[in-house]
């Protein structure tokens, strides 16, 4: 799709689309991943979010089986590093390069929900034919990037994918919780951590 008019769709889509534009992507381009076997478990490993998929798991995951509805955890890149949830939402994914490796950052597919919400920081809803790929047109999808609470930090993003129910309200509010859950989370491992390292003082007066 080529930029429409300010006011014929939404303006978060409509900037999204011009950036999409001037990148010169092709929308009917089918992404592929790009991190692939070793590659993308070193970049797991690393990563901050692999400490609290634990709780993505219980608040969102767990959720979305027989649903229609699958979970996907990105890193600030807007690479895929883990997708989960119902399985033959998560099959008929694949024929979107919707998998674990691979990039959906705006500047790699164009507007989506993973993308556009890391590039503008803050939680995006997409309707399907908002999507600058035609072959995602199908899908709706809801995102919200995760910070690191002390510093502000982008960290990643937590993003559902599916059909309508992908974008309801309810969805947002529950993305929204889950995200502030695993900030609140990964804060508290930090401060552990530091508390971990930190010598150990014996008390005066004690012996």
Not at 42 to 51: F, G, I, K, S
Not at 63 to 68: I, K, L, R, S, V
Not at 151 to 162: A, K, S, Y
Request: aromatic share 4%.
């Amino acid at each position: 799709p080529l930029p429409a008019q300010p006011g014929a769709v939404r303006d978060l889509v409509h900037a999204s689309w011009v950036r999409s534009s001037a990148s010169r992507l092709d929308p009917d381009a089918v992404p592929e991943p790009t991190l692939l076997d070793d590659s993308l478990r070193a970049v797991r490993d690393e990563h901050p979010l692999t400490r609290v998929l634990g709780t993505i798991q219980t608040l969102l995951v767990r959720h979305t089986t027989d649903t229609g509805l699958m979970v996907a955890v990105g890193d600030q890149a807007g690479r895929l590093l883990w997708v989960d949830g119902d399985h033959d939402v998560r099959r008929r994914a694949e024929s979107m390069g919707f998998v674990a490796g691979t990039d959906w950052s705006e500047t790699a597919v164009g507007t989506n929900a993973p993308g556009t919400a890391l590039v503008l920081n803050r939680a995006v809803q997409i309707r399907r034919t908002e999507h600058f790929a035609r072959i995602v047109h199908p899908w709706s999808c809801t995102a919200v990037p995760v910070h690191d609470r002390a510093t502000g930090t982008l960290l990643g993003v937590i993003d559902i994918t599916g059909g309508d129910d992908a974008v309801a309200p309810t969805t947002l509010a529950l993305v929204e919780a889950t995200a502030l859950a695993v900030e609140a989370e990964l804060h508290l491992l930090t401060l552990e951590d530091r508390l971990a390292r930190r010598p150990s003082r014996r008390p005066s007066g004690f012996t």
